[in-house]
């Protein structure tokens, strides 16, 4: 099961900063909160990771909260190509070497003109 | 360029004709992966592979096989394909875990319907 929860679905106005929830209450302390998108039916597309310290690329910011039960991906001029699910996920403990990634639901983003 | 690639895109196949979906990648990476994706269900993972001859099940692996004879190849294959098995395919490699992160290349997908 997954070990994130995400709203279902949230609506952005284009040029504004979407910011996305991300609740793992029970992560540990070695696992890694990630980011995907998937864009239509396209293959999911990395966006950023990080462990305990925010983190920042070209696309997005990564905020994780200092007990890290909560993090928040920051896209922070919103187009309207970033329209898709976003997925958080916490590495899969069950697997000892960190390779079943388990995606949930994720969160479907509406970028609005 | 960095590539997963997958073949074929679509497919339209009958209950028990076997069928093989081929992945590659070229970047050398260690581990594979093969997910389905189904409305409402998310993706899911079917199998993976960490290295060459060495491969492991994932949550959904019940009617498949695979293979990882080369580190770039890693074929999904469907024995009996029934209409359960009508989905969206997703192949993926990244570098082995090290160090605790890392990141996974997605193919483009294959959709496939079993009549």
């Known amino acids: 099961d997954a070990k994130t929860t995400q709203p279902t679905s949230m609506d952005c106005a284009e040029g504004r900063a979407a910011n996305l929830p991300c609740n793992h209450s029970t992560i540990s302390g070695n696992e890694y909160v990630y980011w995907y998108r998937q864009i239509h039916s396209q293959g999911p597309q990395y966006i950023i990771h990080?462990?305990?310290n925010n983190e920042t690329n070209e696309m997005a910011s990564l905020i994780i909260t200092e007990d890290r039960k909560s993090s928040t991906l920051i896209l922070p001029h919103a187009t309207l190509r970033d329209t898709a699910v976003y997925y958080c996920?916490?590495?899969?403990?069950?697997?000892?070497?960190?390779?079943?990634?388990?995606f949930g639901p994720g969160t479907r983003l509406s970028v609005l003109p | 360029e960095a590539q997963v690639t997958q073949n074929p895109r679509y497919l339209i196949t009958v209950t028990g004709k076997k069928l093989t979906v081929t992945c590659s990648q070229n970047m050398n990476h260690e581990y594979m992966s093969w997910y389905r994706q189904d409305p409402g269900l998310g993706l899911r993972q079917i199998y993976y592979s960490m290295n060459v001859e060495v491969t492991d099940k994932g949550d959904v692996p019940e009617g498949y096989k695979v293979s990882r004879k080369e580190k770039r190849n890693f074929p999904l294959i469907l024995e009996s394909p029934s209409p359960n098995q009508t989905s969206l395919y997703f192949c993926?490699?990244?570098?082995?875990?090290?160090?605790?992160?890392?990141?996974?290349?997605f193919g483009p997908g294959t959709r496939l319907t079993v009549t």
């Open positions: 990080g462990l305990k």
């Open positions: 993926a490699s990244s570098l082995t875990f090290e160090g605790g992160s890392y990141e996974q290349y």
């Open positions: 996920i916490v590495r899969d403990s069950r697997d000892n070497y960190g390779q079943n990634f388990v």
